[in-house]
């Protein structure tokens, strides 16, 4: 990762909590910030002056004190304080760019700031665990992720309590639950670590390596199931009836088409880490969708529906 790189993550995290303290009713100290973020304060107030630009209207309750003019909130624009930041970040993107530029995506904003505007586009979102709630230890793991260095982790579930060593590589969403995506220094094994199930976490000076593959391994993935071996292959006959789904959309990791029938059917070609990567896909598309290859895998799809039909 680049310097330039690290600087706009920093910035967009920043961006991020200022929006959710303002958005929550409160004030914000430019002073506070600049000791919590470990910044200047002219660097504070250059992230303020950039939310005004970009359209959040900030109000001065007193000096170096500021917060959102009564009556706004992202709520009711229908925007995320992770989509309010981003926004600002990319209209100063835009400003780099020329006048156009900056102007064109000003009158973006203005659209998307008016409370009059209804957008034709919607996306629904899993909703989940909030990350400030769910993990006090975002800045720790932000310098841990940053940094490549080593942590201890207590970990608690309901059936055990753990404390461990790990390699932190990413946070990750999935299905609206906050992971830690690391690896285990004791065995080696690719683990994803629920955020609220983390008590403690501890920075070591220890260091280590990301893995070489660590992008396409999250490209390739379709849920939390994926590891950084993705060497089963996996064969499916979806019919007719979902077969124009399959053709347009990768349901699957590293789904292929092998053939088309002349009914109209498919088979679909996948490579897994396991076989939870594709289980929940082909029990929500059952009947349509059939497991050719490999045999343990039909097994274990018959057993999973002969043990819920035994419970009706």
Not at 59 to 71: C, V
Not at 119 to 131: C, D, R, V
Not at 160 to 173: E, G, L, N, T, Y
Request: with cysteine; charged share 35%.
């Amino acid at each position: 990762m680049s310097p330039k790189t690290k600087n706009y993550d920093k910035k967009i995290f920043r961006l991020v909590y200022i929006l959710n303290k303002l958005d929550r009713g409160g004030k914000i100290s430019t002073r506070d910030l600049s000791k919590e973020f470990n910044v200047t304060l002219r660097t504070v107030q250059r992230d303020l002056e950039l939310l005004n630009m970009a359209g959040f209207p900030l109000a001065p309750a007193d000096k170096g004190i500021h917060s959102f003019t009564e009556g706004f909130s992202l709520k009711k624009l229908m925007l995320t304080k992770e989509e309010a930041s981003l926004l600002s970040f990319l209209y100063e993107i835009a400003k780099t760019l020329g006048r156009n530029f900056e102007e064109s995506f000003g009158g973006l904003l203005k659209k998307i700031l008016s409370k009059e505007t209804e957008s034709l586009f919607y996306a629904k979102i899993p909703e989940g665990l909030k990350l400030d709630k769910s993990c006090p230890f975002v800045t720790d793991l932000e310098i841990a992720v940053e940094k490549r260095r080593k942590i201890e982790i207590d970990y608690h579930t309901r059936k055990k309590q753990s404390r461990f060593v790990a390699h932190p590589f990413k946070v990750i969403f999935y299905d609206g639950f906050w992971f830690l995506l690391a690896r285990s220094d004791e065995d080696e094994r690719m683990i994803k670590l629920r955020l609220e199930n983390i008590k403690a976490i501890k920075l070591l000076d220890k260091t280590f390596e990301v893995p070489a593959n660590l992008k396409s391994m999250l490209n390739e993935s379709v849920n939390v199931w994926f590891s950084d071996q993705r060497n089963k292959r996996v064969v499916l006959k979806v019919e007719k009836e979902a077969a124009k789904y399959f053709k347009d959309k990768k349901y699957l990791p590293l789904q292929k088409t092998l053939k088309e029938n002349k009914d109209g059917s498919l088979l679909i070609e996948a490579k897994v880490s396991q076989e939870m990567e594709v289980l929940p896909t082909i029990l929500l598309w059952i009947p349509y969708v059939r497991v050719v290859t490999p045999k343990a895998l039909k097994q274990d799809l018959k057993a999973i529906i002969k043990d819920y039909h035994d419970t009706l």
